[in-house]
């Protein structure tokens, strides 16, 4: 009993989420890591008398990686929040695949820009936390994709802040999930950290297939990874842009300046 409810305590504090106004729905079957297609329609979210999503129209095909940017406070990340089913929208629905959002999605994951690790577990602790029969296989299987196998049993207090995202990003993909939301999740590490990273992610997305949505201020971040990116500006769409060009792309690419002018343009 008291077991039962240290685990839900303990996932609460990992996923730094509150607890849901609605129960979870079950998902129909273990999720698989196959991308799931996200498709909003209409979708309306006011706070009181103030509205900051207006009627988004989205649809991001299963696989997909989209990059959305806009400037503070232009409705990104409670976007983010219908998606993963932590808040319902006034109006409108959110769908994975053909299935409605309405609840905390179990196949949806988080990466934040802190790592939000516990600090009295172990690495491989951190990352197979209530997974299940199988979690240490699990785990040390998605912390060598990571690159941190040799780290297994370290406290997060002794690696370094993008150590510490890379633990983040395993505990996100152990369980599979069909979308990984990813909210400024370089913005606090170096410049070179933040380039291994992104090495790091498009790899793994690649092999994976999941759907990413990254939430970024950097557009030169968001064009350098993202299939495509969306401006969002006061709660709208300003600007939707396939990114055509061929990976891997760097920062300052020439191929990539004038779609980079087009997106500053519409921030
Ligand atoms: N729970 C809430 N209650 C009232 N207003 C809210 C709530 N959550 C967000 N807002 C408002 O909605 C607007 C959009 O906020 P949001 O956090 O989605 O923007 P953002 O684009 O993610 O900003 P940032 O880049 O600074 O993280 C802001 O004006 C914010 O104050």
Redesign the pocket.
Known sequence: MMTAVLNRLERTIVDDLPVPARPAPRPAAAPTGRGLAITLSNVRKA??E?E?LHNLDLHVPAGQFIAVV??????????MRQIVGLDAPTAGTVRLDERPVDGLQPDVRLLFQEARLLPWKRVLDNVGISRGAHWREDARAVLADVGLAERAHDWPAVLSGGQRQRVALARALVSKPGVLLLD?PFGALDALTRAEMHTLLLRIWAARGFTTVL?T?DVGEAITLADRVIV?RE?SIALDVDVDHARPRGHGDPRLAALETRILAAV
């Open positions: 706070f009181g103030r900051v806009g400037r503070s406070g232009g409705g990104k990340s409670t976007l400024e939430i201020h969002l709660g």
